[in-house]
């Protein structure tokens, strides 16, 4: 059954860098990947989204290799506020396959 | 501003009952998806639709069903409500044809199922 793995959880404290790795084995050939970040009682909010190689904007990277079978957010100098849950998204076959989430805490 | 709404919030039903949960955009995107989302699952899609009168079947869409009449409302029903169905349900919209531009979640509906 094709699906799309994430740690369950991380901790880290501020100030360092986190990386979030999804393991997505069956990915579709022209499907991109998505990550997003949800806080409590609300809905998942879009961080950043590539295809491969490297991306980068003002709050996150993602790095995809060549595979593509794998992909990595990575979220520099984080915060307490950055404390929340990431989800990857990304085309298995015919549907949107999200993983089952990160929950991160970032501690003082 | 734009912006996508679910209505109710909040709901408590009997087993056996029929319910409708809303999802409303005003961005005119013509995807829209709905999710539920439970401990220990994440977010597993229920339905989706590429424009008016399109609708599919997501991962779990057994016990629910979707009507897209317009471009701004895609209804979820449960036709007949189980206690399995208690979760928190999402909607999202989305623009363009590819199928994966930016999903914009509205804010969750929580339902319990007695």
């Known amino acids: 059954l094709a699906k799309t793995t994430q740690p369950i959880s991380m901790d880290s404290y501020e100030g360092q860098e986190v990386n979030i790795t999804c393991s997505h084995n069956n990915i579709a050939t022209n499907d991109y990947i998505t990550w997003y970040q949800q806080f409590p009682s609300q809905g998942p909010r879009f961080i950043i989204q590539?295809?491969?190689t490297k991306v980068t904007n003002e709050v996150a990277s993602l790095f995809i290799p060549a595979d593509r079978k794998s992909s990595t957010l990575s979220l520099p100098r984080v915060s307490l506020s950055d404390t929340a849950v990431y989800y990857c998204l990304v085309g298995l076959g015919n549907m949107l396959t999200f993983g089952g989430g990160t929950r991160l805490m970032v501690k003082p | 501003d734009a912006e996508i709404t679910q209505s109710p919030r909040h709901k408590i039903t009997e087993t056996g009952r029929q319910v409708t949960l809303a999802c409303h955009q005003t961005?005119?995107?013509?995807?829209m998806f709905w999710y539920r989302q439970d401990l220990g699952h994440g977010l597993r899609l229920i339905h989706y639709?590429?424009?008016?009168?399109?609708?599919n079947k997501g991962e779990v869409s057994d016990g629910y069903s979707v009507s897209r009449s317009n471009t701004e409302d895609l209804p979820l029903t449960l036709e007949s409500a189980a206690s399995s169905q208690t979760s928190v349900y999402f909607c999202?919209?989305?623009?363009?044809?590819?199928?994966?531009?930016?999903?914009?979640f509205g804010p969750g509906t929580r339902l319990l199922v007695l």
């Open positions: 961005w005119n995107h013509n995807n």
């Open positions: 999202a919209s989305s623009a363009g044809d590819r199928r994966q531009e930016t999903q914009y």
């Open positions: 639709s590429y424009g008016v009168h399109d609708t």
């Open positions: 590539g295809y491969k």
